[in-house]
């Protein structure tokens, strides 16, 4: 195979401003080095670790990771017109695994003659950890330095081994003023913008930027698609953007980080107890598409683990929203988990339960499995009878009290008390209640124990 040299987009890179005029608006206005990213300081900074390791054109191993249109490919752009080293780019949506194990071995033949290679792989979390494993032995000899770029959390996507020789660059979402300022440039611009075919009118960069979700490509675009619509020489509005754009496209992915980050959100906020951010996240994840039983589920969770017999209608009703949301589908099932949202919200918190099951869980993990104590064994024949089987057993329902003040628990573990309730909401009568048995229990066993 014919290796591909220097060329990184089917394109000669030294000369960004020969971009042709028919390509996209955020093509055409990519930043073309790293004065123009605008990227903090202490990421791509003179001084920063990057910054100086491309000046000396000995850029490491990395992973460039952050939010969609933050720069990644940019960035790997302005690595390609300042590098010595031969410099490929893959696409792990159209790349195969053979392919690059090609370009990998044909590296490894000319770093022996001290020919440099600079691999850039996009969306490198589309490769399973197997696959890249391909990269290990490539990397860890320095036959190929390896640029990946994803919007996928690393420590989730990428091999343990690979990411160990690799260090991760964090792009962070664009701040409203970047956006703002890419925004008006590129409305602006004579050479690689519209050149003022529109005005931004008002209320229309605001509603770019909240478009956007902090993503550049995504605003530029939605700028000249707007811009073809409305013509030379319109006025952009905010009312009119609305009318061309009629629905946002939320940024999620079901089965990615973000589904997890934004369900951490909501069960973080029904436990703090913040009722209007418990309903943003709710609706933030049923309007990106987000199966709505995953989310009934997690209600579900945290009406056990969060509020528990602090108020026990909040499992209720958590399932109740499950089976409405079962039965009517979406979007009418919405209101029924917004109910349980709010209740839960609003209920009193213990997470007593919670904590004493974890205890309980802990003990059998951690301590041999005795056998439950003689007296509360069952003896249905005479042999396990006379093995001692159920010797001192007395019928609760034949005290005065209710119980006997039996000792349940195995001998190793006698006086454990796992619940604690807290006593809020009804859980304040559960703890009335339990400390009366408890002082109860104790005195007959102490009596039993005296006869």
């Known amino acids: 195979m014919k290796p591909r040299s220097g060329d990184l987009f089917e394109e000669p890179i030294p000369d960004r401003r020969a971009t042709p005029s028919v390509a996209p608006l955020a093509e055409r206005f990519r930043p073309r080095d790293l004065s123009e990213m605008r990227l903090p300081a202490s990421v791509a900074g003179p001084s920063s670790l990057l910054g100086r390791a491309i000046e000396a054109d000995r850029v490491p191993s990395l992973v460039l990771w952050g939010p969609p249109g933050t720069g990644k490919t940019t960035l790997a752009r302005v690595i390609a017109t300042r590098t010595k080293a031969r410099f490929l780019s893959f696409s792990a949506v159209v790349s195969g695994v053979k392919e690059i194990r090609e370009v990998l071995e044909e590296s490894q033949r000319l770093a022996t003659r001290g020919e440099r290679t600079l691999l850039f792989v996009d969306e490198i979390h589309r490769f399973n950890r197997a696959q890249q494993d391909v990269f290990l032995p490539y990397v860890e000899s320095g036959a190929a330095t390896l640029v990946g770029a994803t919007t996928e959390n690393p420590s989730f996507e990428l091999n343990g081994a690979l990411l160990s020789r690799m260090r991760v660059v964090v792009l962070p979402p664009l701040s409203r003023e970047d956006l703002e300022s890419i925004l008006g440039s590129a409305a602006a611009d004579?050479?690689?913008?519209?050149?003022?075919?529109?005005?931004?009118?008002?209320?229309?960069?605001?509603?770019?930027?909240?478009?956007?979700?902090?993503?550049?490509?995504?605003?530029?675009?939605?700028?000249?698609?707007?811009?073809?619509?409305?013509?030379?020489?319109?006025?952009?509005?905010?009312?009119?953007?609305?009318?061309?754009?009629?629905?946002?496209?939320?940024?999620?992915?079901?089965?990615?980080?973000?589904?997890?980050?934004?369900?951490?959100?909501?069960?973080?906020?029904?436990?703090?107890?913040?009722?209007?951010?418990?309903?943003?996240?709710?609706?933030?994840?049923?309007?990106?598409?987000?199966?709505?039983?995953?989310?009934?589920?997690r209600l579900v969770r945290a009406s056990t683990e969060d509020v528990g017999l602090a108020d026990p209608n909040a499992l209720r009703l958590a399932m109740a929203a499950r089976d409405a949301v079962h039965f009517l589908g979406m979007p009418e099932g919405a209101l029924a988990l917004a109910e349980a949202t709010v209740y839960l919200a609003l209920a009193p918190k213990s997470n007593a339960l919670y904590a004493a099951y974890g205890e309980a869980a802990r003990d059998v993990a951690e301590t041999p499995n005795a056998p439950p104590p003689a007296a509360i064994l069952n003896a249905p024949t005479r042999l396990m009878k006379d093995v001692g089987y159920g010797k001192g057993y007395v019928y609760a329902h034949d005290t005065a009290e209710g119980t006997a003040g039996l000792s349940c628990l195995p001998d190793a573990l006698a006086g454990r008390r796992y619940y604690r309730p807290k006593g809020t909401g009804r859980e304040a009568e559960a703890k009335r209640r339990l400390d009366e048995l408890r002082e109860l229990r104790e005195r007959l066993r102490r009596e039993r124990h005296r006869r």
Do not use: C, Q
Request: zero cysteines.
């Open 190 to 297: 004579a050479e690689r913008g519209l050149g003022g075919r529109v005005t931004l009118g008002e209320g229309a960069v605001d509603w770019l930027v909240g478009f956007s979700d902090g993503d550049a490509r995504r605003a530029l675009n939605a700028l000249e698609t707007a811009a073809d619509h409305a013509g030379e020489g319109a006025v952009l509005t905010a009312a009119l953007l609305g009318e061309i754009y009629a629905r946002k496209s939320l940024l999620f992915d079901k089965s990615g980080e973000e589904h997890y980050n934004l369900i951490s959100a909501l069960h973080k906020s029904v436990r703090d107890s913040d009722v209007d951010a418990s309903l943003y996240w709710l609706a933030r994840m049923l309007e990106a598409g987000e199966d709505p039983l995953f989310v009934a589920r």
